[in-house]
């Protein structure tokens, strides 16, 4: 194991290893449940506009291929999300997150304003599914993005990591 610098040291001399949860403050089952919970809201996202455009929304001007690219975008992200290395993770998962709240926000746009010359009923299908799914999913993916940071020095950052670490030494 190689030792980067003197804060690993005193993690390594405690005994602890330099696992994800020493390094960033999660334990090591975070990156894979974000990977597939937020993977799972993106598909579930894109199913639903899938649905939508085979329910007939593909015939509205514009929205209908949106719905459409929305479908596939979704799954390219959910791959994205599912399949990204280590680093490129927190990007594949700020992607997502910023997809999924900008179609949230569509929504809510066409059910109050109108999008496009369209406008929105609550009582189309699928609208509560669609506000769960999206909002479940920018919040997971938003954990993702910015959850896993490592602050300098490789341990847990903030005041309270600063002090742990001043009177450990």
Do not use: K
Not at 58 to 76: E, K, Q, S, Y
Not at 81 to 97: F, Q
Not at 126 to 136: D, K, N, R, Y
């Amino acid at each position: 194991m190689t030792i980067s610098n003197h804060s690993d040291q005193r993690y390594v001399r405690a005994g602890m290893a330099l696992n994800d949860t020493a390094r960033t403050g999660r334990p090591r089952w975070w990156r894979p449940v974000v990977r597939l919970l937020g993977a799972a809201s993106l598909l579930g996202m894109a199913w639903i506009h899938w649905h939508l455009y085979g329910l007939g929304y593909r015939t509205v001007p514009t929205i209908g291929p949106l719905f459409l690219l929305n479908a596939v975008l979704g799954v390219v992200l959910a791959l994205a999300v599912l399949l990204a290395p280590g680093r490129w993770l927190r990007v594949a998962c700020a992607a997502g997150a910023l997809f999924q709240i900008g179609t949230l926000a569509a929504l809510v746009q066409s059910l109050t304003i109108g999008a496009f010359g369209f406008t929105e009923t609550l009582n189309a299908p699928l609208i509560l599914p669609t506000f769960l799914v999206e909002g479940f999913g920018f919040l997971v993916l938003t954990a993702g993005a910015f959850g896993d940071r490592v602050p300098a020095g490789g341990a847990p950052g903030g005041p309270w990591g600063q002090r742990m670490r001043r009177r450990s030494g």
